[in-house]
Structures are given as structure tokens and as C-alpha cells.
């Protein structure tokens, strides 16, 4: 992950900017195709600044995934849409389409994508929780189990969308991916009470 810590801002700005960078070069080509150069070129920096930063292209790209996903849990918060997580997703899907394509891969980075599988699970166990807790509901189940068949359908999913050429609005898929998972939470029914006869 990025290599400094304690950022001021401008540094903060330098790493978010690298990140945009990288997106942009991931629309218009693949990503092995793009270098340290490629990015520092287009970002109009020299190498020394990009590796004060990171350690190569892949750090970045992990820490660009990482900033992607802490936007949409931020966005959580900041939207009254009716399903403002799922809908900002499928926004910035719908935003930068080729490199959620490789984001979401499950063969071009195959690491990339185990990466950020681990990473979204790591985020999602928590809401996972208090959703469950809010609700009342209870479960025999694994927490892991549940959150990676959350995380899976949902990367699975959105790659389906970007691949068909994003056929229905992001809020028509967020509303479906929402409204399909309270279906299978609100399968979890609480245990039944003992009666005493």
C-alpha cells in the first residue's frame, strides 16, 4: 500500500490524483499495458514523485481499488437516494466501465480481484452486522459465508451490467441488487420462542 503515511494534503491530493490518472489509462487501454511511466507522464510528475507514493503500478492499483470502495461506504451517508450504497456503486461503474471491468475480473488480475474481495468483505462485516442486528434477525450461518455471497453478487453483478452495456440505470440495478438481498436477509428468521405446554 501507498508508502507514506501521515499525508498533508497535498499529498493526499498527489495519491488521489495518481488514482484518477490510473483510471483514465485503464479506459483506454489494458492494464498491463500501461506503465509507471504511462501514468507519471499523464499526471505530469517525475517517477521519484510516484514512488515517494507507491512501490510500483500494482500498489497503486490497490490503493485505487481501496479509495473506490471507501467512496461508496462514504456515499452511504451522504445521499438521500433509497439505496444510496448500491446506487453509488453502480454509478461509478457506470462512470469509468473499463476499469471496474478489471476491477471485477475474476481472471485478468486474478490477485487484483482476491485483493479486493478480501477488501470489500473486510468493509461489508460490519453493516452486515448492525443490518442484522437492526432487524432482529439471527443465523445459524457463517458472517463470512453471508458477506461473501453479498460481495460475490454484487461483483458479479456489476460485471454482468458493464458487460452488457449497462442495459438498465444504476438505480434500476441498485433497487433489484437491494431488494434481492433483503429477500434472502429476511429469510433468516429469529428463533422460535419455546412454548411450554
Do not use: C
Not at 154 to 164: D, F, K, Q, T, V
Amino acid at each position: 500500500m501507498a508508502r507514506l503515511t501521515n499525508l498533508s494534503e497535498r499529498g493526499i491530493e498527489t495519491q488521489r490524483m495518481l488514482s484518477d490518472v490510473l483510471m483514465q489509462l485503464l479506459s483506454e487501454t489494458n492494464y498491463n499495458k500501461i506503465s509507471v511511466k504511462d501514468i507519471t507522464v499523464r499526471a505530469g510528475i517525475d517517477r521519484s514523485t510516484f514512488y515517494l507514493h507507491f512501490k510500483d503500478k500494482d500498489d497503486l492499483f490497490l490503493a485505487a481499488q481501496k479509495r473506490l470502495v471507501e467512496e461508496l461506504l462514504e456515499a452511504r451517508n451522504n445521499s438521500e437516494l433509497p439505496y444510496p450504497l448500491a446506487t453509488r456503486a453502480f454509478e461509478q461503474m457506470a462512470r469509468y466501465p473499463r476499469p471496474y471491468l478489471a476491477l471485477l475480473s475474476d481472471v485478468e488480475n486474478s490477485y487484483f480481484s482476491v485483493q479486493l474481495q478480501e477488501y470489500m468483505s473486510a468493509m461489508a462485516r460490519p453493516l452486515l452486522e448492525t443490518t442484522l442486528r437492526e432487524k432482529g434477525l439471527q443465523t445459524s450461518l457463517d458472517a463470512g459465508m453471508i458477506i461473501g455471497y453479498l460481495t460475490g453478487a454484487l461483483r458479479g453483478l456489476g460485471r454482468w451490467w458493464l458487460e452488457a452495456g449497462q442495459p438498465y440505470p444504476p438505480a434500476e440495478m441498485a433497487r433489484w441488487f437491494v431488494e434481492t438481498v433483503r429477500t434472502g436477509l429476511n429469510s433468516l428468521n429469529p428463533p422460535q420462542l419455546e412454548t411450554k405446554e
